[in-house]
């Protein structure tokens, strides 16, 4: 079974740093580029980050640029993201997602397989 658990969200003040990690099956992360997506209320679901099976290629949005880092291990089938400077706007439910043999993908639709997602809260 593909599974997607994330974790390490929480409440955080403006400035502040949070890293989420995102435990997957075996079977999962193997052959797949992995990402990162978030939603917060009322807006539409917006890419965020992904990295590449190998790890030899992320992509990042621009809003989060420079203060987001996307990582995986292979050898632990974990996915993290370091979100630095956090800002009031980062407020979002994040979600993890693979796809398989995604290289580079930004498009929600190409990810087959999601995690529940876990809540990251900026305050101003």
């Known amino acids: 079974q593909v599974q997607l658990v994330e974790s390490g969200g929480g409440l955080v003040q403006t400035g502040g740093s949070l890293r989420l990690s995102c435990a997957a099956s075996e079977r999962s992360f193997r052959g797949n580029g992995m990402g990162w997506f978030r939603q917060a209320p009322g807006k539409e679901r917006e890419f965020v980050a992904t990295i590449s099976w190998t790890g030899d290629s992320t992509l990042y949005a621009d809003s989060v640029k420079g203060r987001f880092t996307i990582s995986r291990d292979n050898t632990k089938n974990m996915l993290y993201l370091q979100m630095n400077s956090l800002k009031p706007e980062d407020t979002a439910v994040y979600c993890c997602?693979?796809?398989?043999?995604?290289?580079?993908?930004?498009?929600?639709?190409?990810?087959?397989?999601w995690g529940q997602g876990t809540q990251v809260t900026v305050s101003s």
């Open positions: 997602a693979a796809g398989r043999w995604l290289y580079n993908s930004r498009r929600s639709d190409e990810y087959g397989y």
